[in-house]
């Protein structure tokens, strides 16, 4: 392809026009698009509106295991025989104390991740409880994964406070009842309905590498575009032994780099999330995902663990991003340098040896 053809491509982006859906598919599979442009294509657009911020999050799970649910990706899945360390819901005081050490530090937002299908009434009321007793003490942005509910619980969770719900789509429609048959992609959409319809920002993205098509990714794109995701989670599917799906997944960097570029692209103003498996598929083409995304996990994922803290946070700024996040990046590495290296390797201990030169510029901020 010409120049004129990524032109056009960063054109749209910057004009948040929708992509026609022939350029998508050709993005995905034509090998006359070349990464380089395309990515810079996206960077455009990733520039204009999220400029060089990286958001780091790190995944707060308010408990684990014991889903009835069998989404057949998930080690928490009832179908699940993965060993996953199973623990209780945290309490209360638990919560308050973790939000109030967040907002001491300075972060924005506070996210809690519960597994299971959805909350009942009883438990919507004690999570709307919990969610004021935060909002009373802290003013804090507050982030709740919490699965399916419906526009009466999401009413009582906006009203107690609340200013995001996450609920990921995860695939298309079509492929949908490939990864769960527990609940329908339909339910999936109708508590992104709920969540619009009381006023909450929404948090939605996918998994690609579950043997889903090509097509299916881009229905994705677009169906977070009509709902009007503000942050994206991109995963890139971790195969889990135990797990109802665990086949190696068919993804390879490159692809990885055509996914979130389309993501970019068709969703311009949001923020896109390399999120779990990034190290793992995206490889030593790691650092250009941020070239279209503007946000990842750090410290590894709900069952599995990523890349080293140092490492991660080096490259980035190596990179000539600005880190942002709603914990405190300065006391987490100073931490991991108290401990040592432990299981690093030697290139992180040259790294942690240069912390100090990297800490003015890692601020907690905004975040999601
Ligand atoms: S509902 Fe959530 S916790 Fe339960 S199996 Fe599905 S993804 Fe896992």
Redesign the pocket.
């Known amino acids: 392809m010409d120049r004129t053809f990524y032109n056009k491509l960063a054109e749209i982006g910057l004009n948040q026009q929708p992509l026609d859906q022939d350029i998508a598919q050709e993005i995905l599979t034509s090998k006359k698009i070349d990464i380089l442009p395309l990515l810079n294509a996206a960077f455009e657009v990733r520039k204009k509106y999220r400029g060089m911020d990286v958001s780091v999050h790190i995944i707060n799970n308010a408990q684990n295991g014991k ?5 057949h ?6 179908t ?1 025989e993965a060993g996953i360390e199973e623990y209780p819901l945290k309490s209360n005081s638990e919560f308050l104390t973790e939000a109030k050490n967040a907002h001491d530090k300075g972060a924005h937002r506070y996210c809690m991740v519960f ?3 959805g909350p009942s009434m009883s438990r919507t009321l004690k999570l709307a409880s919990l969610i004021k007793q935060i909002k009373d003490n802290y003013p804090i942005q507050i982030c709740v994964s919490a ?1 399916l509910l419906d526009q009466e619980k999401a009413q009582i969770l906006k009203e107690a406070g609340l200013d995001r719900l996450n609920h990921n789509l995860n695939t298309s429609e079509r492929h949908y009842p490939k990864i ?1 048959t527990t ?1 329908s992609y339909e339910d999936r959409l109708n508590t992104l309905r709920a969540a619009k319809s009381v006023g909450l920002d929404v948090c939605s993205g996918l998994i690609v590498g579950m043997q889903e098509t090509f097509e299916d990714i881009i229905e994705c794109a677009y169906r977070l575009r009509e709902i009007g995701s503000k942050s994206i989670p991109v995963n890139f599917f971790m195969p889990i032994k135990g797990n109802q799906l665990n086949q190696e997944p068919n993804l390879t960097p490159q692809q990885c780099l055509r996914i979130l570029a389309l993501f970019r692209l068709v969703n311009p103003t949001a923020e896109i999330r390399a999120a779990a498996g990034r190290e793992m598929h995206l490889r030593d083409m790691e650092v250009l995902a941020f070239y279209a995304a503007d946000s990842l996990f750090l410290d590894g994922y709900l069952n599995t663990k990523g890349s080293s803290r140092v490492k991660t946070l080096q490259m980035l700024q190596d990179a000539g991003f600005t880190l942002k996040s709603d914990v405190d990046l300065t006391e987490l590495l100073a931490k991991e340098k108290a401990q040592g290296p432990q299981d690093q390797n030697t290139s992180d201990r040259l790294i942690m040896k240069e912390l100090s030169d990297l800490r003015p510029e890692i601020h907690p901020s905004s975040l999601k």
């Open positions: 889903c009835q649910e069998d989404c990706y998930c080690a928490q899945a009832k699940s597994a299971g299908r699965g769960c609940h």
